[in-house]
T-cell receptor, first 112, second 112 residues
Framework: DGGITQSPKYLFRKEGQNVTLSCEQNLNHDAMYWYRQDPGQGLRLIYYSQIVNDFQKGDIAEGYSVSREKKESFPLTVTSAQKNPTAFYLC???????????FGSGTRLTVV | GENVEQHPSTLSVQEGDSAVIKCTYSDSASNYFPWYKQELGKGPQLIIDIRSNVGEKKDQRIAVTLNKTAKHFSLHITETQPEDSAVYFCAASNTNAGKSTFGDGTTLTVKP
């Protein structure tokens, strides 16, 4: 079955440590996106990529980094520079902008 | 850039009643308007979408209407059921934007 997989579902890290969230899709989608969602809040765009080896900053990119070395994969690193990293992180993909997104099931990151 | 406003932020209806959620957008170049449903602890799921060359689209109990002149679009759910309880997000995008702009979400509660 085609889909988009985020792992792990839950992640705990100590303050000051970098952590990488995985996002893999087998939908042959060109574009991929990372969103952050805080409790009771909407979706805030962190980074997006429309093609391999290219990505753009979203609205809240500070303290995060990404790579897009393969079409199927778009990992997100939450660095120690991110001041409030505890949140629910959602990855999504689409064929191109102007088509619907397929979202992963999310990773809940807790930094203590 | 695009700005999407969504109302209301919370909506409570009795089972069997209808629910309407409205969104307005600012960029006249936007031509694709999806709606997503997010259940607790899960990623959003695309439930219906509409393109700017269409005024209305229906899929069983859900429908979306678009008024390009007024730059607003709405989600209509008829004969609501408890399983319709979720957070609903609208979005607006165009092929050249590279990313969708989401509304802040509406928490719909359907009381049995």
């Amino acid at each position: 079955d085609g889909g988009i997989t985020q792992s792990p579902k839950y992640l705990f890290r100590k303050e000051g440590q970098n952590v990488t969230l995985s996002c893999e899709q087998n939908l042959n989608h060109d574009a991929m996106y990372w969103y952050r969602q805080d409790p009771g809040q909407g979706l805030r765009l962190i980074y997006y990529s429309q093609i391999v080896n290219d990505f753009q900053k979203g609205d809240i990119a500070e303290g995060y980094s990404v790579s897009r070395e393969k079409k199927e994969s778009f990992p997100l690193t939450v660095t120690s520079a991110q001041k409030n990293p505890t949140a629910f992180y959602l990855c999504a993909s689409s064929f191109q902008e102007g088509t619907g997104y397929t979202f992963g099931s999310g990773t809940r990151l807790t930094v203590v | 850039g695009e700005n999407v406003e969504q109302h209301p932020s919370t909506l409570s209806v009795q089972e069997g009643d209808s629910a309407v959620i409205k969104c307005t957008y600012s960029d006249s170049a936007s031509n694709y308007f999806p709606w997503y449903k997010q259940e607790l602890g899960k990623g959003p799921q695309l439930i219906i979408d509409i393109r700017s060359n269409v005024g209305e689209k229906k899929d069983q109990r859900i429908a979306v209407t678009l008024n390009k002149t007024a730059k607003h679009f709405s989600l209509h759910i008829t004969e609501t059921q408890p399983e319709d309880s979720a957070v609903y997000f609208c979005a607006a995008s165009n092929t050249n934007a590279g990313k969708s702009t989401f509304g802040d979400g509406t928490t719909l509660t359907v009381k049995p």
